[in-house]
């Protein structure tokens, strides 16, 4: 008989449901889910949950919480209540407060008590990467509080910790010998309010300096920005994974430029479709990439220029380009998090 596991989330990225489909196969899951992005109605959820929580986590061997917030609350506090074991697994946005970028959910001080209310209860913290644990930011000038990460925004909490890495589906995210690369086309992947966060700023300035270079958004149309565009910059627009997938084949390059990152998903996505990685000094990013691709050390257009310029004359694209997917293979699998999440959330049971 499966264990009962009571998962609680406020939204179904694409590696929330890749976590669902892991847990499906091991454990007997219940989803509680409000759109907590709807932030007026965050009360209303807040005292709904209070009383779905209550059976739910009677009935529940374990509760697994995505994301700290305001949703961690109660599923934490009635696990402890009650007997039962929690972990909260964190992705970036719950482990930083970056005013001068607008970032951050531990930047709003009512957020912040919430969620060290969540962390201080839960048994276990799963950060997707090292750096939520700790880190300090040298990419971006405009961050003046450098030093980010659970254990330096509450130093008074001492939670216990295992850092479980995103994991990717190498079949999916693949190569197409039907598909060719365009020569110098750089691509990148973000939301409209994601753009100086993901350095799209920067990347229209260098698509500026580049006009016989190809530059590709995808994720946000041009009606989403208030800035010059040039010719050479194209907006996709939200695309499905399977347009998502070929826009990654055609692309030579791939820029993850953020500032902060919690783990790089979309990073790891490219690389396995045979993308070069350009990649900012920050958070986990320089240990995803490896020696596949490029590092930008600073948030600065005369540098970034000169590393552009750079990867446009190297002559071994194909085998920075193979690397960068087998570095994915070796490292950040779905296989190899399913295996250490689980295993993880055994010995809690």
């Not at 449901?17 to 219940?30: G, N, P, S, Y």
């Not at 305001?70 to 719950?94: C, E, M, N, Q, R």
């Not at 890495?165 to 086309?185: A, M, R, T, V």
């Not at 902060?260 to 990013?285: K, Q, R, V, W, Y």
Request: proline share 5%.
């Amino acid at each position: 008989m499966k264990k009962r596991l009571l998962y609680v989330t406020p939204s179904f990225q694409s590696f929330v449901k890749a976590d669902l489909q892991i847990l499906e196969k091991h454990f007997q899951v219940r989803v509680n889910q409000y759109p907590w992005k709807n932030k007026q109605y965050a009360p209303l959820y807040f005292f709904l949950q209070f009383f779905a929580m209550i059976p739910a986590t009677i009935w529940a061997d374990l509760i697994v919480v995505n994301f700290g917030g305001y949703w961690a609350y109660w599923p934490t506090f009635f696990a402890k209540l009650l007997g039962k074991k929690s972990v909260v697994i964190i992705h970036g946005t719950d482990s930083a407060a970056i005013p001068e970028i607008n970032y951050g959910s531990l930047r709003i001080p009512i957020l912040k008590k919430i969620c060290g209310a969540a962390y201080s209860k839960t048994d276990l913290i799963l950060p997707v990467s090292d750096s939520l644990i700790e880190t300090a930011l040298t990419f971006d000038p405009k961050i003046r509080n450098q030093s980010q990460g659970i254990k330096i925004l509450y130093p008074n909490l001492n939670p216990n910790f295992k850092v479980i890495y995103n994991g990717l589906d190498e079949e999916f995210w693949s190569i197409s010998p039907d598909i060719q690369k365009e020569e110098n086309s750089f691509l990148t992947v973000m939301s409209p309010s994601q753009l100086t966060l993901k350095g799209g700023d920067l990347i229209v300035e260098l698509a500026k300096e580049f006009p016989t270079c190809k530059f590709y958004f995808a994720g946000v149309g041009p009606e989403d920005l208030e800035i010059e565009i040039p010719e050479n910059v194209q907006f996709l627009g939200r695309l499905s994974p399977e347009t998502l997938r070929e826009t990654y084949q055609k692309a030579q390059f791939y820029f993850q430029l953020s500032s902060f990152e919690g783990f790089g998903c979309a990073l790891a996505e490219a690389m396995l479709c045979d993308c070069i990685p350009i990649g900012s000094n920050t958070n986990h990013i320089p240990q995803i990439i490896g020696e596949s691709g490029f590092i930008l050390t600073k948030k600065d257009l005369t540098l970034a220029i000169d590393l552009v310029q750079n990867t446009l004359y190297i002559e071994n694209k194909e085998f920075l380009a193979q690397a960068a997917r087998e570095q994915i293979i070796q490292n950040f699998t779905l296989k190899k998090r399913e295996k250490e999440l689980i295993s993880t959330l055994n010995t809690l049971l």
